[in-house]
């Protein structure tokens, strides 16, 4: 069965430093593989996502992933964190179910940003 | 509008009451997709509607739960006979019809209604 597993449910990070967040899946087929943002009191906020070609994928502020089918994994990265990024981050993998694209979630990683 | 709109943002109800989340989805926007995220938790599917037809009910928890769609327009959950399990945020998505786009068509997100069953 399709499965999507966000191993850390909470990251601290200071401003300025790195982050990778971590998203493992389980799917036969290709993946499809997406990150979602969520801030307080809001929707989901799209950030990037993979289909094909280029297993490195950039997304909207400044974040960009890296799809690796050897690992099962679509890790998150930014090399440069700021205050504002403190949300919660939601990896999930799309598989067409009865003609139709089925979203898949993980449990959620979330961020929070030290000054 | 230019996105997916949910009202109300905030509902609390009392146990027992039944309760209607609306949701407008993108124009144009032929899927739509509700679900459900407890707290601290990631979402469940709930429904898929393509046009005003639901496809895919499968992850309505209860017969309690039900949706319907007008159209390819707004849509409505309804929660009958609410229990304080039920307590949850509560968020659609719409897409291109995906028949076409297949999995390239992208899901976009609603800002939510948060359900509190007291």
């Known amino acids: 069965a399709q499965s999507v597993t966000q191993p850390d449910i909470h990251i601290t990070v200071s401003e300025g430093a790195s982050l990778e967040l971590r998203c493992n899946y389980s799917y036969g087929a290709t993946p499809y593989l997406f990150w979602y943002v969520q801030s307080p009191g809001q929707g989901l906020q799209l950030l990037l996502k993979y289909f094909s070609g280029d297993t490195l994928v950039q997304g909207i502020k400044g974040f960009e992933a890296e799809f690796k089918r050897s690992q099962s994994s679509f890790n998150l990265r930014k090399p440069s964190v700021h205050w504002s990024d403190a949300a919660e981050y939601f990896c999930a993998v799309a598989f067409l179910s009865g003609g139709y694209n089925k979203l898949i979630f993980g449990a959620g990683t979330r961020l929070a940003v030290h000054p | 509008g230019a996105g997916v709109s949910q009202s109300p943002s905030n509902k609390v109800t009392e146990k027992g009451k039944d309760v209607e989340l609306r949701c407008d989805p993108i124009?144009?926007?032929?899927?739509l997709y509700w679900y459900r995220q407890r707290l601290g938790q990631g979402l469940e599917f709930l429904i898929y509607f393509q046009g005003n037809s639901a496809p895919d009910k499968s992850g309505l928890p209860s017969d309690r739960f039900s949706a319907e769609r007008t159209g390819e327009s707004v849509s409505t959950l309804t929660i009958q006979r609410t229990q304080q399990e039920d307590s949850a945020v509560y968020l659609c998505?719409?897409?291109?019809?995906?028949?076409?786009?297949?999995?390239?068509?992208?899901?976009?997100f609603g800002p939510g209604t948060r359900l509190t069953v007291l």
């Open positions: 124009s144009g926007h032929t899927a």
């Open positions: 998505a719409s897409s291109l019809d995906s028949r076409i786009a297949g999995l390239t068509g992208t899901q976009y």
